[in-house]
């Protein structure tokens, strides 16, 4: 999604801002582009990568400074689409992450007025209509400027003659980076690091005046002080360490992500779980998430059902938002690895306006939805720079799992039974990763087909699902999951030799029945894959091929199949060449509805 920067300071802002950019690039983009002041300011932007803006650009010298990376919603992929935006005098310059909503309405007021647009964007209404409020004062001009503007946004102004920045946040993230004279502003931490690990994370309706000593802040009630936070890791943990891609060095962590996401939260010694949660009044339960997260909730439900025996729901965020959903005393919980999913802040601020108590898990310290939600469970992944989300699913499990036996309902020696279970997982996990070579073979076979089916039933169904997700968003190939029972009502239409499905075989209650669904599928001739447990000496009658899994109790068979699919589809895409890390049209964060 769009990525934010600006620079003010005593360096030369170019060199600051192109870094700061490429250090966003794992969000997504299509097209990227900076404003640097100088005498005039210098606007230079492009569809493509940052790395060939770099190439075409003269060397600007200028203190201050702004760029974009584009993901595009209004306007296709193009040079004028692309941020900075400028106003008529080239005095205005704009970037804009979030979608503002009546642009139509500002567009034809301005275009009225005078003003002539260059591009197709709801963002280059910001300049024309800063400018349009500019009497001199740029502070003043910005400020009224966004009493006309509805909508989602973060934002960093530039103009001719002003040494500051103006800033302003509303439902999109924002980010001042603090310096030793100079000062930097982002979407996402990463862009900063290099620079400093001091932030002030922006609240919704803040305005910022920055220059290169002076960071001030303001809402509608007047300025206001925000906290200075220390940000706990470095570029380092975000860098490849010796791996192809990040989603690889991303799978390889989650035995390490296991171990710290656990012992965040498991005493070291005895069973005891805590999770540092005041004590919540509910009668059920309410996930809300969106893609993996979604399907890492549809996990917690079984798991909360079975050891905590309270009646979960699971909706996906974007369609809660347009439900008419009936809470009663509910505690909601919202799972986002970025804690800034446009859909899924929106569903949370929905359920606290229906009064219900609200929990956010998520991966990133200051998110939006941590200080959306009424309390917090950090999941201990560290940054996820792959758009694909792999150990940041894995951790969301094991919160869950925690979660669950937080509030467990059953005799205690069962309880300790599942704990012992679930201290053993990164090791477990590390069986699979050693046995990497065998699954990726594997992944080569998928990869010569356009089409796959993944199959499987009870707890490993949202597996299913996230195996199907990967594959498809990270190497192209057309997937589909349904529960294995399903498949005779409907989808048999498309099973073919030409079709291979996985089969995920768990050793649990639903195994007699995942035999049966293979064995119709094997009669459809389709090549079947099955996952199936180190265990079972019957499987390898009846399907083509058996990709051995450690023996795990069931419940925590969703961990140990998961890292095996990320695998299958890793090695899918890598045999066809794709763009792993970075998909087409996706991004990591999601910052629009
Ligand atoms: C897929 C993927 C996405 C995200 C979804 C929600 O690999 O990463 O489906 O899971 O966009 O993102 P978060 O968890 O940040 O709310």
Redesign the pocket.
């Known amino acids: 999604m769009c990525g934010i920067v600006g620079y003010i300071g005593g360096r030369d802002a170019q060199p600051i801002l192109l870094q700061s950019l490429r250090r966003l690039e794992y969000r997504g983009y299509d097209s990227c582009g900076i404003a640097v002041l100088a005498s005039t300011i210098k606007v230079h932007k492009d569809v493509g990568r940052v790395e060939q803006l770099e190439k075409a650009l003269p060397k600007n010298k200028g203190k201050l400074g702004i760029g974009h990376t584009r993901w595009a919603t209004h306007g296709k992929p193009s040079k004028s689409n692309a941020h900075p935006h400028i106003d008529c005098s080239g005095k205005i310059a704009v970037v804009h992450n979030g979608v503002i909503d009546n642009f139509q309405q500002l567009r034809d007021k301005l275009t009225q007025e005078g003003h002539r647009f260059r591009s197709d964007t709801d963002s280059e209404v910001m300049p024309h209509l800063i400018e349009s409020y500019y009497q001199g004062d740029l502070e003043q001009a910005v400020r009224r400027a966004l009493v006309d503007v509805h909508g989602s946004y973060s934002l960093i102004v530039l103009a001719a003659n002003h040494k500051e920045l103006l800033v302003a946040r509303n439902e999109s993230p924002l980010v001042v980076g603090v310096g030793d004279g100079e000062n930097f502003v982002a979407s996402d931490v990463p862009a900063l690091l290099d620079y400093t690990d001091r932030v002030i994370y922006l609240e919704d309706g803040d305005v910022g005046v920055i220059t290169d000593d002076e960071i001030r802040l303001f809402n509608q009630a007047g300025e206001v002080r925000r906290e200075t936070n220390v940000i706990p890791w470095t570029m380092e943990d975000a860098q490849k360490g010796g791996y192809d891609h990040f989603m690889l060095k991303e799978i390889h962590e989650q035995p390490r992500v296991i171990r710290d996401t656990l012992g965040g939260y498991l005493s070291a010694i005895e069973p005891e779980v805590d999770l540092g949660l005041e004590s919540t009044e509910f009668e059920d339960i309410l996930l809300l998430?969106?893609?993996?997260?979604?399907h890492a909730g549809l996990v917690g439900r079984y798991l909360l059902e079975k050891v905590a025996r309270i009646p979960v729901r699971v909706e996906i965020a974007s369609e809660f938002n347009h439900s008419n959903a009936v809470l009663g005393e509910t505690w909601v919980i919202g799972?986002?690895?970025?804690?800034?999913?446009a859909d899924?802040l929106g569903a949370i601020k929905k359920a606290k306006q229906m009064g219900c108590k609200t929990l956010a898990i998520t991966n990133c310290v200051g998110s939006s939805a941590t200080r959306i939600a009424d309390q917090t469970f950090y999941i201990r992944a560290q940054p996820e720079i792959g758009?694909?989300?792999t150990k940041?699913f894995i951790a969301q499990l094991i919160a869950l799992y925690l979660l669950a036996l937080s509030q467990a309902k059953m005799d205690i020696r069962s309880r300790e039974g599942l704990i012992r279970e679930l201290r053993l997982l990164p090791d477990k996990v590390q069986l699979i990763l050693d046995g990497e070579d065998g699954i990726s073979k594997y992944g080569k076979y998928l990869s010569t087909y356009d089409n796959a089916f993944f199959v499987a039933r009870g707890i490993n169904f949202p597996v299913a699902l996230e195996g199907a997700?990967?594959l498809k968003?990270i190497s192209y190939i057309h997937a589909e999951a349904y529960p294995a029972g399903e498949l005779k009502h409907g989808p048999f239409a498309l099973l073919t030799p030409d079709t291979p499905v996985i089969a995920i075989a768990a050793g649990d209650d639903t195994y007699e029945a995942m035999l049966t669904n293979i064995k119709e599928i094997k009669a459809r001739e389709s090549p079947v894959i099955a996952l199936a447990d180190e265990a079972d000496e019957d499987i390898d009658k009846f399907v083509d091929y058996v990709i051995r899994v450690p023996s795990v109790a069931p419940i925590f068979s969703p961990v140990i199949n998961s890292v095996v699919l990320q695998l299958l589809a890793y090695y899918a895409a890598k045999e066809r060449g794709c763009s792993i890390d970075m998909p087409r049209n996706l991004a990591?964060?999601?910052t629009v509805k």
């Not at 998430?289 to 979604?294: L, N």
Request: charged share 15%; aromatic share 4%.
């Open positions: 998430a969106c893609g993996t997260s979604y799972i986002t690895q970025s804690g800034e999913t899924l758009v694909a989300a940041s997700l990967k968003e990591k964060s999601v």
